[in-house]
């Protein structure tokens, strides 16, 4: 059982980072490469950075907190299937808090910058 939840957990992990990923090519896709991104660090400042940055901090962030489990081997030390539901549980929650994360992040950008008329429409 443990084994069935550990694949459970990456395939869950895979699931929510193809959708941010995915989510991050079609913004990049609509964003010129010249725009600097918005990035909202704490309340209402908005930092700019190269669209490189804006766009790929968060991909990148959720990849290696959520993978970091696997490669690491924590996954494999859930000796018990009450450890393994808790360790699914976590990983769980941490891919659906990153991937909300990531699409409201460029939600966020991609409002504002339509809204400036650096995307064209």
Do not use: N
Not at 29 to 42: C, F, G, N, S, Y
Not at 89 to 108: D, F, P, Q, W
């Amino acid at each position: 059982m443990p084994t069935i939840l550990r694949t459970l957990g990456d395939a869950l992990s895979i699931v929510s980072l193809s959708i941010l990923w995915s989510f991050t090519l079609s913004a990049w896709k609509q964003i010129p490469a010249d725009v600097l991104v918005p990035m909202q660090l704490t309340g209402e400042k908005l930092v700019r950075v190269k669209k490189r940055l804006g766009l790929l901090f968060m991909p990148i962030l959720a990849t290696v907190l959520l993978l970091t489990p696997t490669l690491t081997g924590v996954t494999y030390d859930a000796a018990t299937t009450e450890h393994a539901v808790i360790l699914l549980c976590l990983r769980v929650l941490l891919a659906s808090v990153l991937g909300i994360m990531g699409i409201a992040h460029l939600r966020k950008v991609m409002t504002t910058l339509y809204a400036e008329g650096a995307i064209p429409e």
